[in-house]
């Protein structure tokens, strides 16, 4: 992604888009690193405002509460993981060799960008793991759907589904499998970092070798079709 190009978001996430101003870089910035720290539930925009060296007033000229902002960041990695996506598989013609290279886009997504450096996709990534479904496992996750505060995810889990179709357009659960592609990586990740008698994958020093292998695995089995390409 070259410098400049920022990614697309629903306006109603923010109050001012903070990819605009270098106090709204730094909101994403430092958000990222103190979520990541000490996690959801502790963070508030006092913390933040403290980490920034800045005021809580500044924060809430971006964003109403930091509910909004955690669904910002998450929508913000899955939008970066379908442009990542868009870019492994553009001259990509086998629906089978498009697939393995979107899951494994999916686990290693989270290298580091310098272009830009404001986002750490490594501690995003982490974030993702920890806290994400914090951003729609919530009373109010009907109405914020309404809003269309989720559709980078359900983007991206439909340019899974329609590859998953063209791989074997006779599976008829093309977008339970491409959510849980999702779901799977991070959950596995988290379960082999701090409750591994949940999983069968490791994951050391920051190695996805075995939860790729894992996916792969039950992809192409579910979808009948041979680890050729």
Not at 61 to 87: A, C, P, Q, T
Not at 96 to 120: F, G, H, R
């Amino acid at each position: 992604m070259a410098v400049g190009i920022k990614i697309s978001l629903n306006k109603g996430l923010y109050l001012r888009d903070p990819q605009e101003t270098k106090l709204g870089q730094n909101i994403i910035k430092y958000s990222i690193q103190l979520i990541d720290e000490i996690g959801f539930e502790a963070f508030n925009f006092k913390k933040l405002a403290l980490r920034m060296h800045s005021t809580e007033a500044s924060v809430y000229r971006y964003f109403v509460n930091k509910h909004l902002l955690l669904i910002y960041l998450v929508s913000w990695y899955w939008e970066w993981v379908g442009y990542l996506i868009d870019i492994h598989t553009m001259n990509i013609d086998t629906p089978k060799k498009k697939l393995k290279i979107i899951i494994k886009t999916i686990i290693y997504a989270s290298k580091d960008n310098p272009s830009i450096d404001y986002v750490n996709e490594s501690v995003l990534h982490r974030l993702i793991i920890t806290e994400g479904t914090k951003a729609y496992h919530t009373k109010d996750v009907d109405e914020e759907n309404k809003e269309g505060f989720f559709h980078n995810y359900k983007k991206l889990s439909e340019k899974v589904a329609a590859v998953i179709s063209e791989v074997n357009p006779d599976f008829p659960y093309p977008h339970a499998l491409a959510s849980n592609l999702f779901e799977m990586a991070n959950n596995h990740i988290y379960f082999a970092l701090h409750l591994p008698r949940l999983t069968d994958v490791k994951v050391v020093n920051d190695n996805y070798e075995e939860v790729e292998k894992m996916l792969e695995y039950f992809t192409i089995s579910l979808l009948k079709c041979e680890n050729d390409n």
